[in-house]
Nanobody, 127 residues
């Protein structure tokens, strides 16, 4: 059983928008985890996109997406979101949600900090 399942990816034109969702199963105490979005383009390493604390009060973003992407969560629905706007071809990647294995502090930016991962959803930005 997958603990985290992403959805909402697809093909979008440059300048367009998409909203990704990440649903956590009942096997993961979602509200106890800081969460993050990462992405991996073909031939590149997986990179941090955005993070959010357990209660949703603190967020951080990679410089490349600051001002265009918004991370949020609904703990009552066990769901994490990533609203992406003004998409660019360089945003093309597989997007992953992840749960931080450390139950305190702010959202971290390294892949090694996250112990649970979804299977990913493809986002393609192309005209």
């Amino acid at each position: 059983q997958e603990l985290l399942v992403e959805s909402g990816g697809g093909l979008v034109q440059p300048g367009g928008s998409l909203k990704l969702s990440c649903a956590a199963s009942v096997g993961l105490a979602f509200s106890n985890y800081n969460m993050g979005w990462f992405r991996q383009a073909v031939g590149k390493e997986r990179e941090f996109v955005a993070g959010i604390t357990r209660g949703g009060t603190t967020t951080n973003y990679a410089n490349a997406v600051q001002g265009r992407f918004t991370i949020s969560r609904d703990n009552a629905k066990n769901t994490l979101y990533l609203q992406m706007s003004d998409l660019k071809p360089e945003d093309t990647a597989v997007y992953y949600c992840a749960a931080d294995s450390r139950p305190w502090g702010g959202p971290r930016t390294t892949t090694s900090a996250y112990g649970y991962w979804g299977q990913g959803t493809q986002v393609t930005v192309s005209s």
